[in-house]
């Protein structure tokens, strides 16, 4: 069974760059799309970023786009979220998400989940 532990989440100041991991544990990655999403209090789920299972596509919001990077590496089973030019509206818990082979953004086609990890911008 897949299991997704995201970590790299941490208060830092307006500007600055996280890079978030997505470690995949029970199953190889080769064959799911990774999704990256985020919630923020009060507010819905929301799909940032994924990337097709070869890494060979990626899917970006337009509103971080130019700013965040997803990557991953199936040999290691991971994924990850670079994060640069960190804006005060991107704090929100962050959650890696899987799917089987395409890559989408809507959080209600991704089935399997991790638990999340903080990121809190502020001065």
């Known amino acids: 069974q897949l299991q997704l532990v995201e970590s790299g989440g941490d208060l830092v100041q307006p500007g600055g760059s996280l890079r978030l991991s997505c470690a995949a544990s029970?199953?190889?990655?080769?064959?799911?799309?990774i999704g990256w999403f985020r919630q923020a209090p009060g507010k819905e789920r929301e799909g940032v970023s994924c990337?097709?299972?070869?890494?060979?596509?990626?899917n970006y919001a337009d509103s971080v786009k130019g700013r965040f990077t997803i990557s991953r590496d199936n040999a290691k089973n991971m994924v990850y979220l670079e994060i640069n030019s960190l804006k005060p509206e991107d704090t929100a818990v962050y959650y890696c998400?899987?799917?089987?082979?395409?890559?989408?953004?809507?959080?209600?086609?991704?089935?399997?989940w991790g638990q999340g990890t903080q990121v809190t911008v502020s001065p």
């Open positions: 029970g199953y190889t990655l080769d064959y799911y799309a």
């Open positions: 998400a899987a799917r089987w082979a395409f890559c989408l953004l809507d959080p209600s086609d991704f089935h399997t």
């Open positions: 990337i097709h299972p070869t890494g060979t596509s990626t």
